[in-house]
């Protein structure tokens, strides 16, 4: 799973980082682009890592109690 998240995360990271800093800084609309952004993120794994995420802390979790 770690081997999949570092892959995940540093797919086409730069365009990612590049989009939130227009977004956050107003040079991109949220209204008009953040669907397309979105699609960008689900086409690059990010449901998939999630899903690890998610089951490591749900692991973390169980064991807390």
Known sequence: ???EIYTLSLHDALPIYEMVYKFIFGEASIENEW???VDTLKSLG???AEEIYKAAYDRYQARAK
Do not use: L, M, V
């Open 35 to 37: 669907d397309s952004f």
């Open 46 to 48: 990010s449901e998939k």
């Open 1 to 3: 799973a770690t081997t």
